[in-house]
């Protein structure tokens, strides 16, 4: 199992510039989420979704659009990036049939708007 | 609602001592408590979990941590710190019947040789 794979690692964006990052999971887990993190910010929720065809809205989710038409992929994508929107991008996955099991995250995605 | 709180940005300890990495929270309900760790440029690994039951939890790594209802804490600790141990936690809280975890702001560990 690959688990989960985000895409692409790095990525600088000018301002206005949209783009989406990928996100793919291989466990056939029900949920997944969008976070991002910074410096002294701790990890905020941007989007998730507790399947296909069902998403719904974090603590930060303007800015970003996401759809879930497949169980395994879940994009994050940027309308129109501002440099606030720079930072560390994270997607996780959970088996959401029990509400007691841990999340397993992507290697992160580091954006830069400039 | 759900919160979570650690409140050491970063913590000192040198290596061979004893290490504790403090979390509290709060929910409405039974909690589902989880510490993760981030290593440089790499997304968070789960390290252990609190459900059910015994209140002190084994995890990875020789890591444990003790589940505490009366002070609402869960506190992460470990008897002999390595250099290795280096790097940022996470604490995070769900409750029963909530799909969302509610992740701590992270504490920064300093192992010292």
């Known amino acids: 199992n690959a688990g989960v794979t985000q895409t692409p690692k790095f990525q600088v964006l000018k301002t206005g510039q949209s783009m989406t990052l990928q996100c793919a999971q291989d466990m056939n887990h029900e949920y997944m989420s969008w976070y991002r993190q910074d410096p002294g910010m701790g990890l905020r929720l941007i989007h998730y979704s507790v399947g296909a065809g069902i998403t719904d809205q974090g603590e930060v989710p303007n800015g970003y659009n996401v759809s879930r038409s497949t169980t395994e992929d879940f994009p994050l994508r940027l309308l129109s990036a501002a440099p606030s929107q720079t930072s560390v991008y994270f997607c996780?996955?959970?088996?959401?049939?029990?509400?007691?099991?841990?999340?397993?995250f992507g290697q992160g995605t580091r954006l830069t708007v400039v | 609602a759900q919160s979570v709180a650690q409140p050491e940005d970063q913590v000192n300890v040198a290596e061979g001592n004893p290490l504790t990495v403090k979390c509290t929270y709060s929910v409405s309900g039974n909690p589902y408590l989880f510490w993760y760790v981030q290593y440089p440029n790499r997304g968070l690994q789960f390290l252990l979990k609190y459900i059910t039951g015994d209140n002190l939890v084994k995890g990875s790594y020789g890591f444990e941590a003790e589940f505490n209802k009366s002070q609402t804490s869960f506190h992460l600790k470990k008897p002999s710190a390595l250099v290795s141990d280096s790097a940022l936690y996470f604490c995070?809280?769900?409750?029963?019947?909530?799909?969302?975890?509610?992740f701590g702001r992270g504490t920064s560990l300093i192992v010292h040789p």
């Open positions: 995070a809280v769900r409750m029963g019947g909530s799909y969302i975890p509610t």
């Open positions: 996780a996955s959970s088996a959401e049939s029990r509400y007691f099991t841990e999340a397993f």
